[in-house]
Structure formats: C-alpha cells, structure tokens
C-alpha cells in the first residue's frame, strides 16, 4: 500500500466515524418525510405537511416520534405545529425516553419549558 492511499483510507474511516457520531448518518429509511424535514431544519416544509394532516405521532425505527427530534433541536415553531395536531408530549421511544427526556439532554430549555406548560413529563417522572 502506498502512502497516499493508506492516508486516504485512514481519512475516509475518520470521517465515517466521526460523521456518524455527529448524527450525519441517522437516515432511517423508516422515517417518514416529517421526521426528516425535522431533522434537517426544514420548518416551512415541515408544518405545511402537519397542517395537511400528516400523523403527527409516526415512529421510525427508533421509536422517534417528530417532537423527539423537533425538541431535540429545539425547534418551538414546530413543536407547537405538532402538539396544536394532537403529538402526544409523553409519548416513548424504544429506550422510554421521552419528547422532554430529548429536550433535557440537549440543553433545550425552550423545548423543556413548552413542553412542561403542555404537560409532558420526563420518563423517570412518569414512572417508565
């Protein structure tokens, strides 16, 4: 192997796994077009859909629901647009975490204090 083909393949499994770390690699092909408008901080694009209807509680393969991933960013404007359609604040992924527990971690404390005036509760809180 020469140099510069083994600092490229080093370069690339640097990237790779520090990309995935970062979240860059998180496209569950179960999500649904909702989830990653969320994700990719497509607002306009994302409350158009929740007005037209679309399920407002839809997991992927996480067990994410929208509002994990919007109060994970912190991202009011959406999360209202979701608990306004019915998004359940106490609703669980496949680790019990809730939309609240996502806010918390983050830092989100916007997201914490919407969620908590809408009544959600962390998982520890809601005995899960």
């Known amino acids: 192997m020469n140099t510069g083909k083994g600092l490229f393949v080093l370069l690339a499994i640097v990237f ?3 990309s995935a770390r970062a979240g860059h690699f998180d496209d569950d092909p179960k999500d649904t077009p909702l989830h990653k408008l969320i994700r990719s901080g497509r607002d306009k694009e994302a409350i158009r859909l929740i007005k037209r209807g679309v399920e407002v509680n839809g997991r992927n393969y996480l067990g994410y629901a929208p509002l994990h991933n919007a109060a994970s960013k ?23 975490q809730t939309p609240l527990d996502k806010a918390v971690a983050k830092e989100q404390f916007g997201a914490v204090a919407l969620l908590r005036v809408h009544g959600a509760g962390t998982c520890a809180e809601l005995d899960l």
Do not use: Q
Request: aromatic residues 0%; without cysteine; hydrophobic residues 45%.
């Open 74 to 96: 912190g991202n009011l404007v959406v999360m209202r647009a979701l608990m306004v359609k019915g998004a359940d604040v106490n609703i669980t992924d496949n680790e019990g």
């Open 16 to 18: 790779t796994v520090t």
